[in-house]
C-alpha cells in the first residue's frame, strides 16, 4: 500500500479536515491583517507584514485550487435538489474570484508600504485590508456553518478516499494538478 493509501484509510475524512485547517489558516491570516489595519498611522512591524505578503500570496490561491479542484465537484455531483443551487455556485465562484484579485492586490500594497516602512495612505490600505479579511471571514463562516456539513453528510467514503492530501500537495508542486472552475 501506497503512503497516501495509508493516510487515507487513517483519515477518511482528509478533505474536509484539510480544508478545515487551511480556514484556520485563513483566520489567523485575517487576525494579522487587522492588527496591521489597526495599526497603519504607526511604522510596519516587518515580520508581521512580511509574513502577511506571503500568505496573501500563497495560502488563498492553495486553497482555492483545494476547494475548485476537489471539494466542490465532487459535492456538486452528490447534491439533492434544493441544495446549493446554481445561483449559489455561481456566488461562490465569483467569491473565490473576488478573494483572489483582492488578496494580490492587498499584498502589492503591503510590499509597497513595507519598502517605506510605513503605508503612503494609510486610509487606502486600511480599506483594502478591511476588504479583504471582511469578505474572506465571512465567506469562510458560511462554508463552515452550510457547506462542509452538507459535505459530510453527501459525500461518500469513495469520495472521500478518492482524495489524498499528500498527492494534493505533490500536485501543487509539480504544477500537475488540473481542475475546472465550478
Ligand atoms: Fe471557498
Ligand atoms: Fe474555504
Partial sequence: MTESGKQDELEPEGLLAQIEKEHLQ?????????QIADDLLEP???VLARTSVVELRQC???HLVLEEGYLYPVLTKRLRRGELE???LNQIREEHANDECLAYDTADQLERALERGRAENPEMLGYM???FFECRRRHI???????????????SAKDFRAFSVVEFEQSLTTGTLTFTRL
Fill in 129 to 131: 485590508l478591511h476588504g
Fill in 141 to 155: 463562516a458560511w462554508e463552515d456553518a452550510v457547506v462542509l456539513p452538507l459535505a459530510r453528510s453527501r459525500l
Fill in 44 to 46: 510596519l512591524d516587518p
Fill in 60 to 62: 488563498v490561491r492553495r
Fill in 26 to 34: 485563513e483566520q489567523n491570516l485575517c487576525d494579522r491583517l487587522e
Fill in 86 to 88: 446554481t445561483d449559489l
